[in-house]
């Protein structure tokens, strides 16, 4: 199983698959394996129609099962230094090296090996592939898959979404959602601040306010959480405006975060944002520039994965690979989205996130015969179900 299971990793590794690129090969090679051992695969184009993400079930169509999930698309090697080609899979001392091959097509090409034998087994229980576009730039095609899964009425039960996580389960991860909010005032002279509408002052003066939340956050935090540190955070990255000192900015622009613990603070402080424009900003900038405006583009709004007492995809991995707990992971995946349907998701994945993204980016065998291992366990579970 090994040795197939690295076969079809080069395989994957040869498609270029970096985010801004199409993934329309790799897809319709992964549906391709699928359909060879009999599963029913669906391929949604994006609006581009140069992405998709794909959704293949083996077994009965009905409710339940599980569903084995991974993106597509890696992180550019523009600006790496490769030893060796990057989309040329390369096995030494006992890794393979590629983009790709931990973040995280080393998991799909264990799902797709070990896709036959599921085939057999998945008489009471679906096994679903969802392999997903986009994820590196804020989980976009998982987004809509989850919205295409919704329509078609497919409820899967469990999820595990192959990350790299040394093949630790990880049952939570906060949310990322950023933002950027921009100021549209009226220039003018610095001598003559009534006649100009300041915009680097009222993107300061919504920074200022922005971190009144962010304290206030500090003191919301579930009694429960578990993350580091425990409550929502806020992070203002970049302030942009203006030009010199004697002119009136017309324009700003605020790059900002934030990374929820919990649903309801992005709504607490979306809400306390979108109040302060309209009430106090927007209408002292339009006293004197009717056309002012304040706007924030979402950049990318990645649910997080909320960590629940209860979770039957937790307690199926535990029970599959021996470990006696799970644990919480810093970064984001696509996990929040699919749990957002209702399902129990746990992340877990062969390869170290300490290899992902990097130049000579590597997958340990090791880690991929763990993989094997746990799919094997749980294709024998699934007969039995
Ligand atoms: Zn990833």
């Not at 698309?73 to 096995?91: G, N």
């Not at 987004?143 to 996580?165: C, D, F, M, Q, Y």
């Not at 806020?234 to 622009?253: C, D, E, F, L, T």
Request: net charge negative; glycine share 8%.
């Amino acid at each position: 199983m090994l040795e197939t299971t690295k076969q079809i990793l080069s395989d994957l590794i040869a498609f270029p698959t970096v985010s801004v690129d199409s993934n329309l090969d790799m897809i319709a090679y992964l549906a391709a394996r699928l359909e060879d051992c009999g599963a029913k695969a669906q391929i949604f184009q994006d609006e581009t129609g140069k992405k998709a993400n794909l959704f293949a079930t083996l077994g009965p169509e009905i409710d339940g099962g599980i569903v084995l999930s991974g993106h597509t698309d890696v992180v550019p090697v523009a600006d790496q230094d490769w030893t060796t080609d990057p989309f040329v899979m390369e096995e030494r001392d006992g890794r393979l090296y590629g983009r790709g091959t931990c973040d995280m097509k080393g998991f799909i090409a264990a799902a797709i090996a070990m896709a036959p034998n599921f085939a057999q087994r998945v008489t009471n229980m679906p096994v679903h592939f969802a392999f997903t576009y986009d994820e590196e730039t804020g989980c976009i095609g998982a987004g809509h898959l989850v919205e295409a899964l919704k329509e078609s009425n497919i409820k899967p039960r469990l999820a595990i979404i192959g990350e790299p996580t040394s093949m630790r389960i990880i049952e939570g991860h906060k949310g990322c959602f950023e933002y950027s909010t921009r100021f549209q005032g009226l220039e003018g002279h610095g001598s003559a601040p009534d006649l100009g509408v300041n915009a680097v002052e009222y993107a300061a003066r919504y920074v200022s306010f922005l971190l009144g939340l962010k304290a206030k956050l500090t003191t919301m935090a579930p009694a429960s959480s578990r993350f580091e540190p425990p409550w929502t955070t806020v992070n203002v990255g970049a302030i942009r405006g203006g030009s010199v000192h004697n002119v009136i900015a017309p324009k700003a622009q605020v790059d900002w975060e934030m990374r929820p613990v919990q649903a309801s603070d992005t709504s607490f402080v979306k809400e306390a944002l979108k109040a302060y424009c309209e009430n106090e900003l927007l209408p002292a900038m339009r006293k004197v520039y009717p056309d002012a405006q304040i706007s924030t583009e979402v950049v990318g709004e990645v649910a997080g994965l909320i960590p629940k007492d209860s979770n039957e995809a937790r307690k199926l991995l535990m029970e599959l690979t021996g470990a006696n707990g799970a644990n919480l992971v810093p970064f984001g995946t696509e996990a929040g989205l699919f749990q957002s349907m209702g399902m129990d998701v746990v992340v877990c994945g062969p390869g170290s996130i300490e290899q992902a993204h990097k130049t000579d980016e590597f997958l340990s065998l090791d880690q991929l015969a763990h993989c094997l291992e746990l799919l094997e366990n749980l294709n024998r579970r699934i007969s039995e179900k």
